[in-house]
């Protein structure tokens, strides 16, 4: 009896160079398919991260116009409300604790340049000896704007709380500063929030280069009770 032994198959060049080629063509394919499944992965935390932010952001911005709205409600359930029934409401709302990154609430009437002097004096009796109406000059993140003797002034009048950094902007004339006039105009014009560029608190103008924040305003308009305001040229002859 004979034993028979089968000797190996013989592997060609171009069968070695076929297998090589189809394991690195296997090798790519899913070194790309990995790369696209991480990059799907990456780009969905991504958005999913954005709406998270954008929600936030959308909730805090609604949060601050309702309390503007509010805010104007006293100013037209009173013609003339004083610093501290304003001091009082402010308190009541709790603002720093339950509004996260607001400086302060403010109110700005406009003075005619003929009432400037009477304007000044009741604000001096009201409290304030040092007040005056002053002009913005051009810093980084204000742009100052000429102003007429004729034109009419928008001072900072009421702002709380009332701290060493608020009272710093007290009687700063916003129509003298391009950013904040725009706001004031739109949001007059049209009844609705106006939210300014970006722009620097007075209140931070003491501060060291580098901690200066960005910020920005947003302006409510407050009309005179019974007035129309149902167009541009009405809401423009109510506004207060």
Do not use: C, W
Not at 194 to 220: C, H, M
């Amino acid at each position: 009896m004979k034993a028979f032994s089968r000797a190996p198959l013989a592997r060609s060049p171009l069968t070695a160079l076929l297998v090589l080629l189809v394991s690195l063509t296997l090798a790519a394919f899913g070194a790309v398919m990995t790369a696209r499944y991480f990059h799907a992965e990456t780009e969905a935390r991504f958005e999913q991260r954005s709406r998270v932010i954008q929600d936030a952001i959308s909730y805090g911005m609604n949060s601050y116009v309702n309390l503007l709205v509010h805010s104007a409600g006293v100013f037209v359930a009173s013609r003339d409300v004083s610093r501290e029934e304003f001091r009082n409401f402010v308190r009541s709302i709790q603002l720093r604790e339950r509004y996260p990154g607001i400086q302060g609430i403010g109110y700005v009437p406009i003075v005619k340049a003929k009432e400037l002097a009477s304007h000044t004096r009741r604000a001096r009796e009201a409290g304030l000896p040092d007040y005056e109406v002053r002009d913005f000059r051009n810093t980084q993140g204000n742009i100052a704007l000429p102003r007429k003797p004729e034109d009419n002034r928008y001072p900072i009048y009421y702002l709380e709380p009332m701290d060493a950094e608020n009272r710093l902007a007290i009687g700063m004339d916003f129509a003298t500063e391009r950013r904040r006039k725009v706001a004031m105009e739109r949001a007059r014009d049209s009844g609705q929030p106006a939210v300014t560029e970006t722009i620097l608190l007075v209140q931070d103008k003491n501060q060291p280069e580098g901690r200066q924040e960005p910020s920005f305003l947003i302006f409510y308009p407050v009309y005179e009770p019974g007035m129309p305001t149902a167009t541009i040229e009405q809401r423009r002859r109510a506004v207060r």
